[in-house]
């Protein structure tokens, strides 16, 4: 019996490091900044945390050149091309003529900065030149602009410059949202709490209306929610404002008196005075 408990469990145990060891060959490797980890740039790791949406998207264009230089190029944003054929390559060329490919930056040496609404990624340490730029390795920039509501698209090549004598490197371009600030809210404070009361108002309103109607069956004016103690309220309030707003003392004369019975009373007794005897 326990032959048979130490056999199960040395199987378990077998089958756990396989796993594990198939988990760490499908891992993909990561766009790595350049510099030790305790020297690395927080901004440029927050960047890179950023364009982390584009990592599973992959990107292709094609160049032709005149009748010698026919190349397509295959880019991933912080991962590997093609992990098998070229380690940590992210941007390849493949001569479309011979079918020689050329690796032309690689995610292990990344460099990663910012504008207002652009990112630019850099990737170094490609595969050398060769005759051209001293031999050194190649180098490819790809700026990455804002475009709403787009994931990414438009991902081209737009030069290489290789006349130099050092600093040559491959310029492309393409358009994702990732590179966009965020939008500020255009709304205050105050707007915000204004909506939310007048969006409080309307279920009170509506939600006592349809209580009231449905429920107590009351018709007419009595549908409306408290019906008596806004009606109430809104005397009251009309009486304040008479008393706060009146512009003269309550028991004050008038200030024009018109032609009235009492005028003429008056003026019919002077004229009996006249009429009596001296």
């Known amino acids: 019996m326990s032959s048979a408990w130490h056999t199960s469990g040395l199987l378990v145990v077998l089958i756990a490091l396989a796993v594990s060891v198939w988990a760490e060959e499908v ?16 901004m440029e ?38 992990s098998s054929l070229h380690d940590f390559a992210g941007l390849v060329q493949i001569d479309r003529k011979t079918g020689k490919t050329t690796v032309v930056g690689r995610i292990n040496e990344t460099q990663v900065f910012n504008g207002s609404d652009w990112i630019m990624l850099i990737y170094k340490g490609g595969d050398s030149y060769g005759r051209h730029c001293s031999g050194e390795k190649r180098r490819a920039v790809i700026m990455i602009s804002c475009k709403r509501e787009v994931t990414a698209s ?44 007048a969006s409080l108002i309307a279920v009170y309103i509506i939600g006592g209306f349809l209580y009231q109607r449905l429920v107590v069956g009351a018709k007419g004016m009595d549908q409306f929610p408290h019906f008596a103690f806004w009606q109430d309220l809104g005397n009251l309030v009309a009486d304040g ?38």
């Not at 009146?246 to 019919?268: C, H, I, T």
Request: one cysteine or more; proline letters at 4%.
């Open 27 to 42: 891992k993909e490797n990561s766009c790595d900044v350049i510099g030790d980890e305790s020297s690395e740039s927080q």
């Open 154 to 197: 438009s991902f081209n090549i737009i030069s290489e410059e290789r006349e130099k004598e050092q600093e040559c490197f491959y310029l492309f371009e393409m358009d994702s949202s990732v590179a966009c600030p965020a939008e500020d809210s255009h709304l205050s404070i105050g707007s915000i709490l204004l909506m939310i009361f």
């Open 241 to 278: 404002c008479d008393f706060v707003c009146r512009s003269k003392p309550r028991n004050a004369p008038a200030a024009y008196r018109g032609v009235g019975d009492d005028q003429l009373g008056e003026e019919s007794e002077e004229r009996d005075d006249h009429l009596l005897p001296m």
């Open 45 to 82: 790791k927050a960047l890179l945390k950023k364009l982390e949406p584009l990592s599973q998207v992959r990107f292709n264009t094609t160049v032709e050149l005149g009748t010698t230089e026919n190349y397509t190029y295959h880019f991933r944003v912080c991962r590997e091309v093609d």
